[in-house]
């Protein structure tokens, strides 16, 4: 019996030493730079699959296999020199991107160009014209004005903070006018925060609506998120402050961050009786909240467009970076994901599909005008 353990050993030690000896071996014949992109890939792949906060929900949807097999052929041409790790973490980052989530993406030009190409195809389905028709001018600017007799339109381009006030105020030229149906335009809004819709939510609410909470995904690196929050302004809110601890104590793995604005105890208006919101497929992010909760809390408004929006409208808007260890390249990511990402089903597309199709060509020219769009909708409304 001693012998023949004894055997075992010796095997098990040969068998140890020959391949620590191959191991050595080709680490040797690997060069830095390789070993440096494999480095960073892994480091991404395992980030990812750490903190992305969309992710579970991705593979609890049936997209384990493909995702494995995507990664495992991403990191093989890696190794065989057929792709560099620009293309690797574009192609990684690529496939949530274009199935899932907006909210993810990588600071190289290989992304930027990648991205670039998968829009442009979806413009060329709306209409091969665009691209190389200079007749078009498609550049939003915010415009609050008369459409008719009983139309307004408030025109609002993006959702950065410069235009809060100004968003309030178009809403106030709304009230004061004899206007009773409302246009909420927002073409070409990729996003900002969700406080410029404040008001507009209030006007718009007719029911709560199916209930919405956007999780946080509880981890130490999405938590210095939130810690870069509060020591960036001198009387952080409370609620953030608690937020923060109840993280830091707790074991779960995701955290409830809010719950939609429909359950806030509001009670329906009579100012607006239509309203339509203006959607294109570069509505995105905080442009996509007030399409959303019109969609979730309003029977006086509809959607109106010729296509889905973007698509980052249920990854919130709580988002980070993560840079590579030795290439520094940067990586966005979405911290929260939104209940209704677990709902969705994907095979039928991202973002928001309009309630109305509206019968036109994409706009040639969208800039401080009342374009074509805009007047079908204001007739549409009238019936």
Known sequence: MIFY???????????????????????????????????????????????????????????????????????????????????????????????????????????????????????????????????????????????????????????????????????????????????????ENDGGGDSVWSRYYDMLYDHPGKPSVSWFRNTPENLKFWKRVVASVQTPEEYVKNFIKECESSKKKFLKWGEDFGDTGRKPTTRIRRAAVLIDFLTASAGESIVDFVKNHSDRAKVYGICNTLGSNLTGNCWDEAVLPNSKIKVGYATTVDSGFYEKDFSEGIGITPDVIIPLPVARKLTDNIDEWVLWVAEDLKR
């Open 5 to 187: 353990l004894n055997r075992i050993m010796n095997k098990k030690t040969i068998f140890s030493v020959l391949l620590a000896v191959v191991s050595i071996t080709a680490s040797a014949s690997v060069p830095d730079s390789l070993k440096k992109d494999l480095e960073d890939y892994d480091y991404l792949v395992s980030f990812v699959e750490k903190n992305y906060a969309p992710f579970d929900a991705i593979m609890q949807k049936g997209y384990k296999r493909e995702y494995k097999s995507l990664k495992k052929q991403i990191r093989t041409q890696l190794c065989k020199g057929k792709s560099d790790l620009e293309k690797a973490v574009t192609d990684y980052a690529m496939w949530f991107y274009s199935q899932f989530d907006r909210h993810i993406e990588v600071g190289i030009t290989a992304f930027y160009m990648a991205r670039a190409n998968m829009m442009n195809e979806a413009i060329i389905k709306l209409d091969s014209t665009i691209l190389t028709n200079t007749e078009f001018e498609y550049a939003p600017k915010p415009v609050s004005c008369k459409v008719d007799s009983l139309t307004w339109l408030i025109r609002v381009p993006s959702c950065s903070f410069d235009y809060y006030e100004w968003t309030i105020n178009a809403l106030r030229q709304f009230d004061e006018s004899s206007c009773e149906n409302l246009i909420i335009d927002v073409r």
